[in-house]
């Protein structure tokens, strides 16, 4: 992947929200004030979903939650808000002369944080592994922008053409003086990313003939001039995190793109002239609110990664299974309640997410993705997975948890390649005997499911190294468990075992940490 722009750390904790947080479980209402960037009601949700239900026990939590979070929510200066307080406030939105640090529904811990730049503490408090757990609760539609706040306290009117001039002497080292057509024409790449523009000038766009690169992430831009389309040269276009609530048709002209970023921004449609870009090879339109996207898409014979997660999709076209050199397409986080069967024919495909969304069923045809190495399709409502999934001979990462599973099929062992295989949070009452043939397994997650037992032939799996076994209905385990020489941790909490099983349990793996 090519080098990015660079981003504030605002916006690199937004992006971490919407591609990393919006993996777990939370509730599709939830996750539309996430991708549209509200930081300020996710933290006043998020604190009183915490305080509401976890408040009577959270130092016995069974969950991992960061020791300086569970402070902050327990005491009561924090300022926490009930359920049907942070309902009602939805629908006022947020103060316009307030500041994210001086808002009370935001916890002190954040706003301590954030008012001193401990910036790699406030990341601390977010990527625990289980925090999406926490979101468990519908929410109203939120629509507020993750800048607005911070910004409208420090924002100045500021002259957008004098910005860029300067943005253009620095680059050519040039102080003083005219800037000649001809110098405007052999600047090769401009970055003007976090500059606070509104607008692009167009009379001095329009002399960047010569341009390759244009950076304009992380500013204030509510639409893109048509003037762009003069910059026939361009290959990189960079416009995240930016209130765009359009974009030109003109952009399909720019016949030489190669990677266009359109993330973080407030996009409900894409115009067909995107599928003209047949140079384009990375196409990022996540984290903003589109609930469709063109057939045209299927135009870009040239595109290797295509980002359309954490947006309100409810379907996506077939045309998309002719992209024939993707080779990494992100679907996770939408509304989608099925896919098309043309997925199957992506045979450059390695990476496939489509968690978070409302899947009942996958095609058989996912089966053909002979190249696919990491399959994730958790947080759906599927009862069943294909057979086929067992003829995915590359796939190293296969997640199908929080489902409604009952059932796994046996091919699932003919994953030799598979290394970690999450099951956890279904309906599971037993595992195929075929697990036991995944010998480059290194972690297995059968957690949270009514499992009364687990086959001998897990004691096969000579390179796991990690176990899940815990809220289960288990009152043993095989003793098969024992030559499991590579195991280092065993969950077993939250099982019917006595206290003697539970000592011939230890017994079976003496060095092994065991959470039982």
Known sequence: ????????????????LIDTILQRKFPPRFRDFIGSGDDVKFFGAWSGIVREHFSDNLSKASF??????????????????????????????????????????????????????????????????????????EYPQETGLIRQVKEQAEEELQDDEKIVDEAIRKTINREEGAITDELYAGIPELDLSNKGLKALPDKIIEKLTGLKKLYLSSNQLTSVPDSLVNLSSLTHLALEFNRLTSVPDSLGNLSSLTELYLYGNQLTTVPDSLGNLSSLTELYLNGNQLTSVPDSLGNLSSLTELYLNANQLTSVPDSIGNLSSLTELRLNGNQLTSVPDSLGNLSSLTQLRLNGNQLTSVPESLGNLSSLTELSLRDNQLTSVPESLGNLSSLTLLRLDGNQLTSVPESLGNLSSLTELNLSSNQLTSVPESLGNLSSLTELSLSNN???????SLGNLNSLARLTLHNNQLTSVPDSLGNLSSLTELSLSGNRFTGAEKARIKALLPDCKILI
Not at 1 to 16: R, S
Not at 79 to 98: F, I, L, W
């Open 64 to 137: 991992k939650l960061p020791t300086s979070l569970k402070e902050a929510v327990s005491k009561e200066s924090v300022g926490v808000e009930s359920t049907e307080r942070a309902k009602a406030r939805s629908q006022e939105g947020p103060k316009p002369d307030t500041a994210l640090t001086d808002r009370d529904d935001v916890p002190a811990e954040f706003r301590e944080l954030l008012r001193n730049s401990e910036y790699s503490a406030y990341f601390e408090l977010l990527e625990d592994k289980d925090l999406g757990r926490l979101m468990l609760i």
């Open 450 to 456: 009514q499992l009364t037992s687990v086959p001998d």
């Open 1 to 16: 992947m090519a080098k990015k722009a660079k981003y504030t750390v605002a916006q690199g904790v937004q992006l971490f």
